[in-house]
T-cell receptor, first 116, second 111 residues
Framework: NAGVTQTPKFRVLKTGQSMTLLCAQDMNHEYMYWYRQDPGMGLRLIHYSVGEGTTAKGEVPDGYNVSRLKKQNFLLGLESAAPSQTSVYFCASINGQGASRNTEAFFGQGTRLTVV | KNEVEQSPQNLTAQEGEFITINCSYSVGISALHWLQQHPGGGIVSLFMLSSGKKKHGRLIATINIQEKHSSLHITASHPRDSAVYIC?????????????FGKGTLLTVNP
């Protein structure tokens, strides 16, 4: 049971390049999230998904796209990277199932992205 | 939208001291989470609670639902406790899948 796995862990991009971050969870969780963490700003929600095939915008969605084609994977795409997207990105998942709708959150190890 | 405030923002302590970090929120929640992040590291869930008190080793978390307030206590602090501690809340009802985060408390424990 690996929990939540993010790849890659580090990446440097040139302005205008594209990339995809992968988040994979093996806990059969319904809810998955992508956050960015910037100094002094805390964690801000980019996009989230409440189930396979569904996605929704969070607080700071501009410049990002997501897909959840399989329940265990949540992909975050940057189509044309900008220096303002330099950040640490975290993926998280929550069970959200059952009578208790368990809301314990599990986080990936983070992806440190630099856009130059 | 729930507002989550943590205090203090920064905290420096000597090894062995008793530490308290506070968290307050503005609207009803289904659960409150305390998270730990070591410098350059990932985020680990320490506690999830919706009432009362939980204890894990030297860490204790309490919540007062009526006052919309939670505290994280560390007894006999140690340099390895140095980290950012983040409070987060899950919304109530249909929004219980949404987490709102505080900005974190940077704890430094000196030997």
């Amino acid at each position: 049971n690996a929990g939540v796995t993010q790849t890659p862990k580090f990446r440097v991009l040139k302005t205008g390049q594209s990339m995809t971050l992968l988040c994979a969870q093996d806990m059969n969780h319904e809810y998955m999230y992508w956050y960015r963490q910037d100094p002094g700003m805390g964690l801000r929600l980019i996009h989230y998904s409440v189930g396979e095939g569904t996605t929704a915008k969070g607080e700071v969605p501009d410049g990002y796209n997501v897909s959840r084609l399989k329940k265990q994977n949540f992909l975050l795409g940057l189509e044309s990277a900008a220096p303002s997207q330099t950040s640490v990105y975290f993926c998280a998942s929550i069970n959200g199932q059952g009578a208790s709708r368990n809301t314990e959150a599990f986080f990936g190890q983070g992806t440190r992205l630099t856009v130059v | 939208k729930n507002e989550v405030e943590q205090s203090p923002q920064n905290l420096t302590a000597q090894e062995g001291e008793f530490i308290t970090i506070n968290c307050s929120y503005s609207v009803g929640i289904s659960a409150l989470h305390w998270l730990q992040q070591h410098p350059g590291g990932g985020i680990v869930s320490l506690f999830m609670l919706s009432s009362g008190k939980k204890k894990h080793g030297r860490l204790i978390a309490t919540i007062n639902i009526q006052e919309k307030h939670s505290s994280l206590h560390i007894t006999a602090s140690h340099p390895r406790d140095s980290a950012v501690y983040i409070c987060a809340v899950s919304g109530s009802g249909g929004s219980n899948y949404k987490l709102t985060f505080g900005k974190g408390t940077l704890l430094t424990v000196n030997p």
